[in-house]
């Protein structure tokens, strides 16, 4: 029977990110359980020149030497173990990824699709709805101004003596209303 480690971080893949991972958890004096398939940066031997990778290294398998010896120098505190496996099966809450997204869609995904549907709603509904009545209200108020616009000048001149009479009326009824109190 195979006993478990006691670990309080476990990293799959010993690339150059996992190899980070489990460094800086060490680091953090955190027990660190390195789980690869292979042999550490495994895929970098066949990466020939390194131009965008931070540091001195020129090559791939010049990186995975340098993430080997980071790995040796954390083994020899005991804060970190490496452990070459493969994973045979993963069931369970695992193999559905803790339901991690179920929740993600719940608590994101959601919510900003309802506010995404609110604001098309009141995009068609409201302001389309306001923007065809100001349309309306505009072609209304242009067809009555053109039923007054015959080109008679004899008309403007009533109409603006119509008006003018009004407002002289206006004035004399509110003058006197005003005299009253």
Request: glycine letters at 10%; aromatic letters at 4%; a neutral charge.
């Amino acid at each position: 029977m195979t006993t478990r480690p006691d670990v309080d971080l476990i990293v799959a893949g010993a690339g150059p990110a996992g190899v980070a991972a489990a460094v800086m958890a060490a680091s953090l004096h955190l027990s660190t359980l390195l789980v690869e398939a292979t042999a550490i940066g495994s895929k970098l031997t066949a990466i020939g020149a390194l131009d965008n990778v931070p540091g001195n290294w020129t090559t791939g398998p010049d990186l995975a030497t340098a993430l080997e010896q980071d790995i040796t120098r954390h083994q020899q505190t005991g804060r970190l173990t490496l452990l070459t496996a493969r994973a045979h099966r993963v069931t369970g809450h695992a193999a559905s990824g803790f339901h991690l997204d179920a929740v993600y869609h719940a608590l994101f995904v959601r919510p900003v699709q309802a506010g995404a549907d609110l604001a098309r709603f009141l995009d068609r509904e409201v302001v389309d709805t306001y923007v065809r009545g100001a349309g309306t209200g505009t072609q209304w108020l242009g067809r009555l101004v053109r039923r007054a616009q015959t080109g008679n000048v004899q008309t403007y001149l009533s109409w603006l003596l119509a008006g003018s009479t009004v407002l002289v009326a206006a004035a004399v009824v509110l003058s006197t209303v005003n005299a009253g109190s």
